[in-house]
């Protein structure tokens, strides 16, 4: 684990415990956008003693210590969350509504917009979280076919 996460939890007060440490790692190294649920199932099959219950009171520890981001990815699956680490450089997400697919972009133009907002608004900016939703190429083909070929009813 990189020494500026210690340094910054230190100055959180946020203790890393063994089970916030197998967390956060798994977020991490993941690089993925995890609900919950799935987090739970890969933790418990590191340590089976992990209940439900601490896994989803870790991940609040978690976001409120500034480690993790709780996504809410347009609400393609309702009210379900997904963590990703902090560690990554601010980006951008692309959602596909059908399959769930997410994609980030990293672009500069990101970086230029929050510029662009702080100088007019006079805001400092402390995050920007911004999400595109539509449809993946995959699933832009598959609605094309569906609609070509109306269900025989
Ligand atoms: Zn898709
Ligand atoms: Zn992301």
């Known amino acids: 684990m990189p020494a500026g996460i210690q340094e910054s939890l230190k100055q959180r007060g946020v203790r890393l415990t063994r089970q916030r440490r197998l967390l956060l790692d ?47 990815l347009a609400h393609f699956q309702g009210d379900q969350h997904y963590y990703e680490t902090r560690l990554k450089k601010e980006h951008a997400h692309i959602i596909c509504l059908r399959c769930g697919r997410v994609e980030e972009f990293f672009g500069e133009e990101l970086q230029q917009l929050r510029a662009q907002v702080g100088s007019q608004f006079g805001f400092e900016i402390l995050f920007a979280r911004t999400e595109i939703g539509g449809y993946c190429p995959h699933c832009r083909a598959l609605r094309e076919q569906e609609e070509a070929t109306p269900a025989a009813s």
């Open 26 to 72: 798994l977020i991490d190294s993941s690089g993925l956008h995890l609900d919950a649920e799935s987090l739970y199932q890969m933790a418990k099959e590191r340590d089976a003693r992990l209940n439900r219950v601490t896994v989803y009171r870790t991940l609040k520890l978690l976001k409120e210590g500034g480690l993790v981001d709780e996504l809410d």
